[in-house]
T-cell receptor, first 111, second 114 residues
Framework: AQSVSQHNHHVILSEAASLELGCNYS??????LFWYVQYPGQHLQLLLK??????LVKGIKGFEAEFIKSKFSFNLRKPSVQWSDTAEYFC?????????FGAGTTVTVRA | EAQVTQNPRYLITVTGKKLTVTCSQN?????MSWYRQDPGLGLRQIYY???????DKGDVPEGYKVSRKEKRNFPLILESPSPNQTSLYFC?????????????FGNGTRLTVT
């Protein structure tokens, strides 16, 4: 089974700070990559996705992610976080009709 | 409005009492799947279905059954629930399979087995 690793379990930062969440996967073949966000008490929503083309992908709410094939990574970034970005963030990788999720990173933004 | 509807939202039951969690979608999606979410483990896939009458095991299928008799419904069945199946369950659908479509999630079902 493919594995998806998210480097940080819990990140705490202040408003206006920059955010970067790491994600690495284990497959050597062609993959599609996703970041999902889960706000407290809600279901997962798609933040952004990468299928092909420009490895720098822009998503909703000012988030972006960069696919670095040589490093098997798909890190999520936001230059300046807001209190409303407090949520759990999941990296996901699809390969061969299956989708695997990382364990998630809880992000707490302090006002 | 495009929706993935799960019922019930909350369920408390006892060990061994059969239960079914329903999932219904109105987007004509071919792909449907069930995940469980546990702290520190993220989402793990239980079963998925590529189309009507086609189902496959995910990463953690033990103790669960599914059926896909019609396109819009994909119920999750626990024949004999055990406490280790206490979890938050999500149904998710995709238009053309997860290789090229993002998932649409239901609102979740929080199951407690005592």
């Amino acid at each position: 089974a493919q594995s998806v690793s998210q480097h940080n379990h819990h990140v705490i930062l202040s408003e206006a700070a920059s955010l970067e969440l790491g994600c690495n996967y284990s497959y050597g073949g062609t993959v599609n990559l996703f970041w999902y966000v889960q706000y407290p008490g809600q279901h997962l929503q798609l933040l952004l996705k990468y299928f092909s083309g420009d490895p720098l992908v822009k998503g909703i709410k000012g988030f972006e992610a960069e696919f670095i094939k040589s490093k098997f990574s798909f890190n999520l970034r936001k230059p300046s976080v807001q209190w409303s970005d407090t949520a759990e963030y999941f990296c996901a990788v699809s390969y061969d009709y299956k989708l695997s999720f990382g364990a998630g990173t809880t992000v707490t933004v302090r006002a | 409005e495009a929706q993935v509807t799960q019922n019930p939202r909350y369920l408390i039951t006892v060990t061994g009492k059969k239960l079914t969690v329903t999932c219904s979608q109105n987007m004509n999606h071919e792909y449907m799947s069930w995940y469980r979410q546990d702290p520190g483990l993220g989402l793990r896939q239980i079963y998925y279905s590529m189309n009507v009458e086609v189902t496959d095991k995910g990463d953690v299928p033990e103790g669960y059954k599914v059926s896909r008799k019609e396109k819009r419904n994909f119920p999750l069945i626990l024949e004999s629930p055990s406490p280790n199946q206490t979890s938050l369950y999500f149904c998710a659908t995709a238009g053309q399979g997860v290789d090229n479509s993002p998932l649409h999630f239901g609102n979740g079902t929080r199951l407690t087995v005592t």
